[in-house]
Protein backbone atom coordinates (compact mmCIF):
# COMPACT_ATOMS: atom_id res chain seq x y z
CA UNK A 1 0.00 0.00 0.00
CA UNK A 2 1.32 3.41 -1.15
CA UNK A 3 0.02 6.15 1.77
CA UNK A 4 1.67 10.07 1.90
CA UNK A 5 1.05 10.28 5.81
CA UNK A 6 2.53 11.75 9.17
CA UNK A 7 1.48 9.86 12.04
CA UNK A 8 0.35 11.90 15.28
CA UNK A 9 1.43 10.69 17.75
CA UNK A 10 -0.44 10.08 21.28
CA UNK A 11 0.88 13.33 22.62
CA UNK A 12 1.67 16.31 20.09
CA UNK A 13 1.99 16.15 16.63
CA UNK A 14 4.46 16.22 13.85
CA UNK A 15 2.50 18.13 11.12
CA UNK A 16 4.23 19.46 7.79
CA UNK A 17 5.17 23.49 7.66
CA UNK A 18 2.04 24.84 7.14
CA UNK A 19 1.67 26.38 3.42
CA UNK A 20 -0.31 29.15 1.65
CA UNK A 21 -3.63 27.42 -0.07
CA UNK A 22 -6.81 29.35 -1.47
CA UNK A 23 -9.80 28.35 1.58
CA UNK A 24 -12.16 25.89 0.62
CA UNK A 25 -15.67 26.18 -0.44
CA UNK A 26 -18.18 25.97 1.68
CA UNK A 27 -19.35 22.60 2.82
CA UNK A 28 -22.61 21.84 1.26
CA UNK A 29 -23.26 17.87 1.94
CA UNK A 30 -22.49 15.80 5.30
CA UNK A 31 -22.37 12.24 4.32
CA UNK A 32 -22.50 9.68 7.42
CA UNK A 33 -21.81 6.12 6.21
CA UNK A 34 -21.69 3.61 8.57
CA UNK A 35 -20.85 -0.10 8.10
CA UNK A 36 -22.46 -2.53 10.60
CA UNK A 37 -20.04 -4.69 12.25
CA UNK A 38 -16.83 -3.10 10.53
CA UNK A 39 -13.81 -3.61 12.53
CA UNK A 40 -11.48 -1.19 12.95
CA UNK A 41 -8.43 -3.50 11.62
CA UNK A 42 -9.75 -3.77 8.21
CA UNK A 43 -9.21 -0.87 6.27
CA UNK A 44 -5.75 -1.81 7.07
CA UNK A 45 -5.82 -5.61 6.47
CA UNK A 46 -7.20 -5.05 3.04
CA UNK A 47 -5.75 -2.19 1.80
CA UNK A 48 -3.41 -3.66 -0.80
CA UNK A 49 -7.01 -4.26 -2.66
CA UNK A 50 -8.98 -1.20 -1.95
CA UNK A 51 -9.76 0.62 -5.00
CA UNK A 52 -12.88 2.62 -4.63
CA UNK A 53 -14.37 4.47 -1.49
CA UNK A 54 -12.15 2.53 1.23
CA UNK A 55 -9.28 3.70 -1.16
CA UNK A 56 -10.36 7.27 -1.35
CA UNK A 57 -11.00 7.72 2.15
CA UNK A 58 -8.41 5.71 3.59
CA UNK A 59 -5.23 7.06 0.99
CA UNK A 60 -6.81 10.43 1.28
CA UNK A 61 -8.53 11.16 5.00
CA UNK A 62 -7.68 11.69 8.22
CA UNK A 63 -7.90 8.07 9.66
CA UNK A 64 -7.93 7.09 13.41
CA UNK A 65 -6.99 3.75 13.68
CA UNK A 66 -7.69 3.48 17.43
CA UNK A 67 -11.90 4.53 17.20
CA UNK A 68 -14.08 3.26 19.35
CA UNK A 69 -17.42 2.32 20.48
CA UNK A 70 -16.25 2.63 23.86
CA UNK A 71 -19.38 1.55 25.54
CA UNK A 72 -20.83 -1.81 26.86
CA UNK A 73 -23.33 -3.90 24.47
CA UNK A 74 -21.72 -2.55 21.32
CA UNK A 75 -25.09 -3.45 19.62
CA UNK A 76 -26.82 -1.78 16.33
CA UNK A 77 -28.86 0.60 18.43
CA UNK A 78 -26.81 1.93 21.17
CA UNK A 79 -24.39 1.88 18.45
CA UNK A 80 -25.95 4.24 16.02
CA UNK A 81 -27.09 6.21 19.18
CA UNK A 82 -23.37 7.52 19.56
CA UNK A 83 -22.43 8.61 16.13
CA UNK A 84 -24.30 12.22 15.44
CA UNK A 85 -25.34 12.59 18.75
CA UNK A 86 -22.13 13.13 20.29
CA UNK A 87 -22.96 11.31 23.50
CA UNK A 88 -22.69 8.10 25.24
CA UNK A 89 -25.62 5.65 25.57
CA UNK A 90 -26.15 6.23 29.12
CA UNK A 91 -26.95 10.18 27.86
CA UNK A 92 -29.02 9.54 24.65
CA UNK A 93 -30.85 6.48 26.77
CA UNK A 94 -30.45 3.39 24.02
CA UNK A 95 -28.95 0.55 25.67
CA UNK A 96 -29.99 -2.18 24.21
CA UNK A 97 -31.42 -3.64 20.66
CA UNK A 98 -34.17 -4.75 22.00
CA UNK A 99 -35.19 -1.38 23.79
CA UNK A 100 -34.36 0.72 20.52
CA UNK A 101 -36.35 1.60 18.08
CA UNK A 102 -39.88 -0.38 18.71
CA UNK A 103 -43.16 1.49 18.96
CA UNK A 104 -46.37 -0.02 18.87
CA UNK A 105 -47.65 3.39 18.18
CA UNK A 106 -45.86 4.36 14.97
CA UNK A 107 -46.72 0.92 12.29
CA UNK A 108 -44.59 1.12 9.47
CA UNK A 109 -46.30 2.08 6.62
CA UNK A 110 -46.02 -1.18 4.68
CA UNK A 111 -46.78 -3.14 7.76
CA UNK A 112 -49.34 -1.74 9.77
CA UNK A 113 -50.04 -4.54 12.04
CA UNK A 114 -46.51 -5.12 13.11
CA UNK A 115 -44.56 -3.49 15.72
CA UNK A 116 -44.08 -0.18 14.37
CA UNK A 117 -40.25 1.84 14.72
CA UNK A 118 -39.71 5.28 16.12
CA UNK A 119 -37.04 7.18 17.87
CA UNK A 120 -39.40 7.54 21.23
CA UNK A 121 -36.26 6.30 23.48
CA UNK A 122 -33.75 8.82 21.94
CA UNK A 123 -33.22 11.44 24.63
CA UNK A 124 -31.32 14.66 23.47
CA UNK A 125 -30.23 16.20 19.96
CA UNK A 126 -28.37 15.37 16.96
CA UNK A 127 -26.23 17.30 14.51
CA UNK A 128 -29.18 17.31 12.32
CA UNK A 129 -30.74 19.35 15.22
CA UNK A 130 -28.25 22.00 15.87
CA UNK A 131 -27.85 22.41 11.74
CA UNK A 132 -32.10 22.76 11.99
CA UNK A 133 -31.37 25.38 14.74
CA UNK A 134 -29.16 27.46 12.85
CA UNK A 135 -31.01 26.67 9.48
CA UNK A 136 -34.27 25.89 9.04
CA UNK A 137 -34.09 25.18 5.59
CA UNK A 138 -31.54 22.15 6.23
CA UNK A 139 -32.62 18.76 4.80
CA UNK A 140 -31.64 15.60 5.64
CA UNK A 141 -32.57 11.64 4.75
CA UNK A 142 -30.92 8.81 6.26
CA UNK A 143 -31.17 5.12 4.96
CA UNK A 144 -30.48 1.90 6.06
CA UNK A 145 -31.49 -1.39 5.70
CA UNK A 146 -32.50 -1.84 9.06
CA UNK A 147 -34.74 0.88 10.87
CA UNK A 148 -32.12 0.94 13.73
CA UNK A 149 -29.57 2.57 11.67
CA UNK A 150 -32.05 4.54 9.90
CA UNK A 151 -33.39 6.26 12.43
CA UNK A 152 -30.93 6.71 15.08
CA UNK A 153 -28.47 8.65 13.39
CA UNK A 154 -30.90 11.63 13.47
CA UNK A 155 -32.60 10.70 17.06
CA UNK A 156 -36.11 12.58 17.12
CA UNK A 157 -35.79 14.89 14.12
CA UNK A 158 -38.78 14.21 11.75
CA UNK A 159 -37.10 14.20 8.40
CA UNK A 160 -36.53 11.79 5.61
CA UNK A 161 -35.61 8.53 7.32
CA UNK A 162 -35.91 5.06 5.13
CA UNK A 163 -34.96 1.36 6.23
CA UNK A 164 -35.79 -1.67 4.03
CA UNK A 165 -38.49 -4.02 5.21
CA UNK A 166 -40.38 -6.87 3.15
CA UNK A 167 -38.45 -6.49 0.10
CA UNK A 168 -39.28 -2.60 0.03
CA UNK A 169 -37.80 0.72 1.57
CA UNK A 170 -40.32 2.13 3.78
CA UNK A 171 -41.02 4.30 6.81
CA UNK A 172 -42.95 4.20 9.65
CA UNK A 173 -46.04 6.65 10.46
CA UNK A 174 -44.02 8.45 13.49
CA UNK A 175 -42.25 10.40 10.15
CA UNK A 176 -44.87 10.13 7.46
CA UNK A 177 -48.60 9.08 6.19
CA UNK A 178 -47.44 8.13 2.88
CA UNK A 179 -44.44 7.29 0.70
CA UNK A 180 -43.52 10.07 -1.62
CA UNK A 181 -43.52 9.60 -5.24
CA UNK A 182 -39.44 8.99 -5.73
CA UNK A 183 -39.58 6.23 -3.04
CA UNK A 184 -42.88 4.48 -4.85
CA UNK A 185 -40.69 4.53 -7.94
CA UNK A 186 -37.86 3.32 -6.84
CA UNK A 187 -39.06 0.46 -5.12
CA UNK A 188 -41.60 -0.59 -8.35
CA UNK A 189 -38.26 -1.58 -9.86
CA UNK A 190 -37.88 -4.60 -7.52
CA UNK A 191 -34.32 -5.05 -7.43
CA UNK A 192 -34.19 -6.85 -4.55
CA UNK A 193 -36.57 -8.96 -6.08
CA UNK A 194 -34.47 -9.87 -8.68
CA UNK A 195 -31.66 -11.04 -6.38
CA UNK A 196 -33.40 -14.18 -5.44
CA UNK A 197 -31.54 -17.41 -6.63
CA UNK A 198 -29.06 -15.42 -7.77
CA UNK A 199 -25.28 -16.69 -7.40
CA UNK A 200 -22.51 -15.00 -5.01
CA UNK A 201 -19.22 -15.59 -6.50
CA UNK A 202 -15.86 -13.45 -5.54
CA UNK A 203 -14.80 -11.10 -6.73
CA UNK A 204 -11.62 -11.50 -7.21
CA UNK A 205 -9.35 -14.72 -8.49
CA UNK A 206 -9.13 -16.90 -5.42
CA UNK A 207 -5.37 -16.39 -4.95
CA UNK A 208 -6.52 -12.86 -4.23
CA UNK A 209 -7.65 -14.18 -0.65
CA UNK A 210 -5.47 -15.47 1.69
CA UNK A 211 -8.73 -17.09 4.09
CA UNK A 212 -9.60 -20.48 3.60
CA UNK A 213 -13.14 -21.92 2.27
CA UNK A 214 -13.47 -24.65 4.54
CA UNK A 215 -14.23 -24.10 7.69
CA UNK A 216 -17.36 -26.25 8.49
CA UNK A 217 -18.17 -24.33 12.01
CA UNK A 218 -19.07 -20.97 8.99
CA UNK A 219 -22.91 -19.96 8.63
CA UNK A 220 -24.35 -22.86 10.79
CA UNK A 221 -22.39 -25.57 9.45
CA UNK A 222 -23.85 -25.47 5.61
CA UNK A 223 -23.38 -23.62 2.54
CA UNK A 224 -19.77 -22.47 3.74
CA UNK A 225 -17.65 -22.75 -0.03
CA UNK A 226 -18.35 -20.30 -2.37
CA UNK A 227 -20.11 -19.89 -4.69
CA UNK A 228 -22.86 -19.21 -2.24
CA UNK A 229 -26.97 -19.22 -3.50
CA UNK A 230 -28.42 -16.09 -1.99
CA UNK A 231 -31.71 -16.84 -0.57
CA UNK A 232 -32.03 -13.95 1.29
CA UNK A 233 -31.35 -10.89 -0.56
CA UNK A 234 -31.18 -8.74 2.34
CA UNK A 235 -28.13 -10.69 3.85
CA UNK A 236 -26.01 -10.70 0.24
CA UNK A 237 -23.43 -7.82 -0.50
CA UNK A 238 -26.00 -6.63 -2.92
CA UNK A 239 -27.93 -5.42 0.04
CA UNK A 240 -25.61 -2.72 0.29
CA UNK A 241 -25.07 -1.54 -2.97
CA UNK A 242 -29.52 -1.50 -3.59
CA UNK A 243 -29.18 0.91 -0.34
CA UNK A 244 -26.40 3.17 -2.13
CA UNK A 245 -28.52 3.25 -4.90
CA UNK A 246 -31.75 4.20 -2.59
CA UNK A 247 -29.95 6.65 -1.10
CA UNK A 248 -28.31 8.47 -4.12
CA UNK A 249 -31.28 8.20 -5.92
CA UNK A 250 -33.35 10.46 -2.08
CA UNK A 251 -30.07 12.63 -2.71
CA UNK A 252 -31.49 13.71 -5.85
CA UNK A 253 -35.19 13.69 -5.03
CA UNK A 254 -34.49 15.59 -1.85
CA UNK A 255 -31.81 18.06 -3.94
CA UNK A 256 -28.86 17.68 -1.08
CA UNK A 257 -26.04 19.50 -1.13
CA UNK A 258 -27.51 21.82 -3.56
CA UNK A 259 -28.12 25.01 -1.56
CA UNK A 260 -25.36 27.48 0.34
CA UNK A 261 -25.50 26.01 3.35
CA UNK A 262 -24.90 21.73 4.30
CA UNK A 263 -27.58 19.21 4.36
CA UNK A 264 -26.84 16.03 6.01
CA UNK A 265 -27.15 12.22 4.58
CA UNK A 266 -26.96 9.20 6.52
CA UNK A 267 -26.43 5.55 4.86
CA UNK A 268 -26.24 2.90 6.71
CA UNK A 269 -24.62 -0.71 5.14
CA UNK A 270 -26.18 -3.84 7.20
CA UNK A 271 -24.64 -6.62 4.92
CA UNK A 272 -21.41 -6.70 6.18
CA UNK A 273 -23.23 -7.48 9.58
CA UNK A 274 -26.05 -10.47 8.42
CA UNK A 275 -22.11 -11.70 6.48
CA UNK A 276 -20.06 -11.41 9.45
CA UNK A 277 -22.37 -12.92 11.93
CA UNK A 278 -22.69 -16.18 9.67
CA UNK A 279 -19.32 -16.29 8.27
CA UNK A 280 -17.15 -14.62 10.98
CA UNK A 281 -14.67 -11.90 10.59
CA UNK A 282 -11.43 -14.17 9.53
CA UNK A 283 -13.58 -15.65 6.41
CA UNK A 284 -13.17 -15.48 2.96
CA UNK A 285 -16.68 -14.07 2.74
CA UNK A 286 -16.53 -10.82 4.95
CA UNK A 287 -13.23 -9.98 2.68
CA UNK A 288 -15.21 -10.47 -0.42
CA UNK A 289 -18.12 -8.62 1.15
CA UNK A 290 -15.57 -5.92 1.79
CA UNK A 291 -14.22 -5.40 -1.27
CA UNK A 292 -17.57 -5.09 -2.91
CA UNK A 293 -18.32 -2.51 -0.30
CA UNK A 294 -15.47 -0.47 -1.49
CA UNK A 295 -16.45 -0.70 -5.12
CA UNK A 296 -19.76 0.38 -4.58
CA UNK A 297 -19.25 3.51 -2.21
CA UNK A 298 -16.49 4.71 -4.69
CA UNK A 299 -19.11 4.59 -7.48
CA UNK A 300 -21.90 5.93 -5.07
CA UNK A 301 -19.49 9.28 -3.95
CA UNK A 302 -18.27 9.75 -7.70
CA UNK A 303 -22.20 10.21 -8.46
CA UNK A 304 -22.56 12.49 -5.23
CA UNK A 305 -19.57 14.83 -6.69
CA UNK A 306 -20.98 14.78 -10.41
CA UNK A 307 -24.30 16.06 -8.65
CA UNK A 308 -22.93 18.35 -5.96
CA UNK A 309 -19.11 18.66 -6.81
CA UNK A 310 -16.29 16.64 -4.64
CA UNK A 311 -14.57 19.98 -3.24
CA UNK A 312 -18.39 20.55 -1.25
CA UNK A 313 -19.03 17.25 0.59
CA UNK A 314 -16.82 16.27 3.55
CA UNK A 315 -17.82 12.06 4.46
CA UNK A 316 -17.12 10.27 8.00
CA UNK A 317 -16.95 6.66 7.62
CA UNK A 318 -17.37 4.17 10.93
CA UNK A 319 -18.81 1.74 12.17
CA UNK A 320 -21.34 0.83 14.85
CA UNK A 321 -19.42 -1.83 16.87
CA UNK A 322 -17.14 -4.55 15.83
CA UNK A 323 -17.12 -8.24 15.63
CA UNK A 324 -15.58 -11.26 18.13
CA UNK A 325 -14.41 -14.03 15.96
CA UNK A 326 -15.78 -17.69 15.60
CA UNK A 327 -15.22 -19.00 19.11
CA UNK A 328 -14.32 -21.97 17.51
CA UNK A 329 -11.98 -20.12 14.52
CA UNK A 330 -10.04 -19.10 17.84
CA UNK A 331 -9.58 -22.14 19.54
CA UNK A 332 -9.62 -24.89 16.54
CA UNK A 333 -7.95 -22.75 14.57
CA UNK A 334 -5.79 -19.84 16.65
CA UNK A 335 -5.62 -22.51 19.21
CA UNK A 336 -6.76 -19.41 21.80
CA UNK A 337 -9.16 -19.01 24.43
CA UNK A 338 -12.81 -18.99 23.77
CA UNK A 339 -16.13 -20.07 24.19
CA UNK A 340 -19.86 -19.19 24.23
CA UNK A 341 -21.49 -17.55 27.75
CA UNK A 342 -25.25 -17.51 28.42
CA UNK A 343 -26.53 -16.26 31.83
CA UNK A 344 -30.21 -17.55 30.54
CA UNK A 345 -29.87 -20.08 33.30
CA UNK A 346 -29.09 -18.14 36.29
CA UNK A 347 -32.02 -15.45 35.12
CA UNK A 348 -34.83 -18.27 34.34
CA UNK A 349 -33.59 -19.39 38.33
CA UNK A 350 -34.41 -16.28 39.92
CA UNK A 351 -37.48 -15.24 37.84
CA UNK A 352 -39.05 -18.74 38.61
CA UNK A 353 -38.51 -18.17 42.37
CA UNK A 354 -39.47 -15.01 42.88
CA UNK A 355 -42.78 -15.47 40.81
CA UNK A 356 -43.88 -18.33 43.15
CA UNK A 357 -42.85 -16.54 46.25
CA UNK A 358 -44.48 -13.31 44.90
CA UNK A 359 -47.31 -13.94 42.75
CA UNK A 360 -45.99 -11.39 39.86
CA UNK A 361 -43.43 -10.65 37.51
CA UNK A 362 -40.73 -8.40 38.09
CA UNK A 363 -39.05 -8.31 34.19
CA UNK A 364 -35.77 -10.25 34.90
CA UNK A 365 -34.58 -10.12 31.63
CA UNK A 366 -30.27 -11.14 30.39
CA UNK A 367 -29.50 -9.35 27.16
CA UNK A 368 -25.99 -10.40 26.55
CA UNK A 369 -24.16 -9.43 29.57
CA UNK A 370 -26.99 -7.16 31.43
CA UNK A 371 -29.56 -8.26 33.59
CA UNK A 372 -32.59 -5.76 33.44
CA UNK A 373 -35.10 -6.21 36.16
CA UNK A 374 -37.90 -4.20 37.00
CA UNK A 375 -36.73 -2.76 40.13
CA UNK A 376 -39.19 -0.51 41.47
CA UNK A 377 -41.57 -3.02 41.89
CA UNK A 378 -38.81 -5.84 43.59
CA UNK A 379 -38.40 -2.50 46.06
CA UNK A 380 -42.50 -2.11 46.30
CA UNK A 381 -42.23 -6.01 47.13
CA UNK A 382 -40.21 -5.49 50.00
CA UNK A 383 -37.04 -7.15 48.41
CA UNK A 384 -33.49 -5.35 48.95
CA UNK A 385 -32.70 -5.16 45.88
CA UNK A 386 -28.68 -4.80 46.73
CA UNK A 387 -29.22 -7.93 48.20
CA UNK A 388 -31.03 -9.80 45.37
CA UNK A 389 -28.25 -8.35 42.66
CA UNK A 390 -25.31 -9.05 44.62
CA UNK A 391 -26.22 -12.80 45.15
CA UNK A 392 -27.57 -12.98 41.17
CA UNK A 393 -24.08 -11.87 40.16
CA UNK A 394 -22.08 -13.99 42.81
CA UNK A 395 -24.00 -16.78 40.51
CA UNK A 396 -22.74 -15.90 37.75
CA UNK A 397 -19.10 -14.60 38.40
CA UNK A 398 -17.71 -18.65 38.92
CA UNK A 399 -19.19 -19.08 35.08
CA UNK A 400 -16.05 -20.10 32.39
CA UNK A 401 -15.51 -16.69 30.32
CA UNK A 402 -16.94 -14.46 32.57
CA UNK A 403 -14.08 -11.78 33.80
CA UNK A 404 -15.79 -9.50 35.95
CA UNK A 405 -19.36 -8.57 37.86
CA UNK A 406 -21.10 -5.62 38.43
CA UNK A 407 -24.24 -4.56 40.41
CA UNK A 408 -25.27 -1.01 40.90
CA UNK A 409 -23.01 -0.76 43.88
CA UNK A 410 -20.19 -2.34 42.89
CA UNK A 411 -20.02 -0.44 39.78
CA UNK A 412 -20.25 3.16 40.92
CA UNK A 413 -17.45 2.32 43.22
CA UNK A 414 -14.88 0.73 40.26
CA UNK A 415 -12.09 3.11 40.06
CA UNK A 416 -11.69 4.88 36.44
CA UNK A 417 -8.90 2.93 35.48
CA UNK A 418 -11.16 -0.43 35.62
CA UNK A 419 -11.88 -0.28 31.52
CA UNK A 420 -14.61 -3.01 31.52
CA UNK A 421 -16.87 -0.60 34.23
CA UNK A 422 -16.26 2.60 32.16
CA UNK A 423 -17.55 0.59 29.56
CA UNK A 424 -20.96 -0.29 31.03
CA UNK A 425 -20.85 3.24 32.98
CA UNK A 426 -21.39 5.02 30.25
CA UNK A 427 -23.87 2.83 28.59
CA UNK A 428 -26.54 2.80 31.51
CA UNK A 429 -28.74 5.67 32.41
CA UNK A 430 -28.86 6.42 36.09
CA UNK A 431 -32.84 5.90 35.54
CA UNK A 432 -32.10 2.40 33.84
CA UNK A 433 -33.65 -0.86 36.01
CA UNK A 434 -30.94 -3.59 36.75
CA UNK A 435 -29.53 -5.71 38.66
CA UNK A 436 -25.85 -6.70 37.91
CA UNK A 437 -23.44 -6.40 34.46
CA UNK A 438 -20.25 -8.57 33.14
CA UNK A 439 -18.06 -8.66 30.82
CA UNK A 440 -16.46 -11.42 29.25
CA UNK A 441 -12.65 -12.68 29.27
CA UNK A 442 -11.11 -11.99 25.66
CA UNK A 443 -12.33 -14.12 22.94
CA UNK A 444 -15.80 -15.58 24.65
CA UNK A 445 -19.06 -14.34 23.32
CA UNK A 446 -22.60 -13.87 24.77
CA UNK A 447 -24.66 -16.47 23.10
CA UNK A 448 -27.48 -19.00 23.42
CA UNK A 449 -25.30 -21.83 21.96
CA UNK A 450 -25.99 -21.37 18.29
CA UNK A 451 -22.77 -21.14 15.32
CA UNK A 452 -21.75 -17.78 14.81
CA UNK A 453 -20.32 -14.51 15.49
CA UNK A 454 -21.41 -12.55 17.85
CA UNK A 455 -20.49 -8.98 19.18
CA UNK A 456 -21.76 -7.41 22.68
CA UNK A 457 -19.62 -8.38 25.45
CA UNK A 458 -17.21 -5.61 24.96
CA UNK A 459 -13.84 -7.42 23.63
CA UNK A 460 -11.19 -5.13 21.95
CA UNK A 461 -12.52 -6.93 19.08
CA UNK A 462 -16.28 -5.61 19.49
CA UNK A 463 -15.29 -1.96 20.41
CA UNK A 464 -12.62 -0.86 18.30
CA UNK A 465 -13.85 0.72 14.87
CA UNK A 466 -12.80 2.59 11.92
CA UNK A 467 -13.24 6.95 12.07
CA UNK A 468 -12.29 8.57 9.09
CA UNK A 469 -12.76 11.69 7.80
CA UNK A 470 -12.25 12.54 3.93
CA UNK A 471 -13.06 16.12 2.35
CA UNK A 472 -11.77 19.20 0.81
CA UNK A 473 -9.33 20.82 3.57
CA UNK A 474 -9.09 17.75 5.70
CA UNK A 475 -5.39 15.98 5.79
CA UNK A 476 -4.23 12.38 4.64
CA UNK A 477 -2.79 11.35 7.74
CA UNK A 478 -2.91 8.57 10.09
CA UNK A 479 -3.61 9.33 13.98
CA UNK A 480 -2.16 6.71 16.62
CA UNK A 481 -4.39 8.06 19.67
CA UNK A 482 -7.69 6.42 20.83
CA UNK A 483 -10.53 8.66 19.78
CA UNK A 484 -14.42 7.51 20.71
CA UNK A 485 -17.09 7.78 18.16
CA UNK A 486 -18.72 10.35 20.36
CA UNK A 487 -15.53 12.73 19.00
CA UNK A 488 -17.79 12.18 15.35
CA UNK A 489 -20.77 15.04 16.35
CA UNK A 490 -18.55 17.79 17.61
CA UNK A 491 -15.98 17.85 14.72
CA UNK A 492 -18.40 17.74 12.02
CA UNK A 493 -20.28 20.93 14.15
CA UNK A 494 -16.97 22.49 13.99
CA UNK A 495 -16.20 21.93 10.81
CA UNK A 496 -19.52 23.31 9.25
CA UNK A 497 -19.77 26.15 11.91
CA UNK A 498 -22.81 24.81 13.77
CA UNK A 499 -23.29 25.28 17.61
CA UNK A 500 -24.11 21.89 19.69
CA UNK A 501 -27.76 22.66 21.98
CA UNK A 502 -26.35 20.55 24.81
CA UNK A 503 -23.46 19.20 26.29
CA UNK A 504 -22.11 16.53 25.10
CA UNK A 505 -19.24 13.33 25.90
CA UNK A 506 -17.37 13.69 22.78
CA UNK A 507 -14.23 16.16 22.08
CA UNK A 508 -13.60 17.86 18.43
CA UNK A 509 -10.98 16.08 17.02
CA UNK A 510 -8.69 18.63 15.86
CA UNK A 511 -6.32 16.81 13.22
CA UNK A 512 -9.42 16.63 11.12
CA UNK A 513 -9.68 20.88 11.03
CA UNK A 514 -6.13 21.45 11.28
CA UNK A 515 -5.61 22.30 7.40
CA UNK A 516 -8.67 23.94 7.27
CA UNK A 517 -7.79 26.48 10.11
CA UNK A 518 -4.44 27.37 8.06
CA UNK A 519 -6.07 28.06 4.90
CA UNK A 520 -8.81 30.02 6.08
CA UNK A 521 -5.65 31.71 8.24
CA UNK A 522 -3.08 32.08 4.96
CA UNK A 523 -5.84 32.65 2.00
Known sequence: MVRRAWVVALVGSLSPTPRSHPAPPPVALVVLVTVDQMRADYLARFAAQWTGGFARIYRGGTVFDHGEQDHAATETAPGHSTLLSGRYPAHTGIVLNSRGVQDTAAPVLSAPRETGASPRRFRGTTLYDWMVAGDPAARVLSVSRKDRGAIFPVGRARGAVYWFHDGAFTTSRYYADSLPAWVQTFNRRGGAARLAGASWNLLLPVSAYAEPDSEPFENGGSDYVFPHRIATPAASPWMDSLTLAFALEGARALELGRRTRPDLLAVSLSATDAIGHAFGPDSREIHDQLLHVDRWLGQFLD??????????????????????????????????????????????????????RFQRDF??????????????????????????????????????????????????????????????????????????????LEGYVWSAGQLGAEHGAGNLADVQVPIAFFGPGIPAQLVARPVSTVDIAPTLAALIGVRPTERLDGRVLHEVLSHRNQERENP
Not at 309 to 322: A, E, I, K, N, Y
Not at 326 to 355: D, K, N, T, W
Not at 419 to 440: I, M, Q, V
Open 303 to 356: SLARVIGSDRVVVVLTGDHGVTPLPEYSVMVRHQPGGRVSLGPIVQGASAALRR
Open 363 to 440: SLDADGGLLSADTAALRASGIDVDSLAQALASAAAPLPGIARVYTPRTLAAAPASDWNAELWRHLLPPDYGWLFCAAT
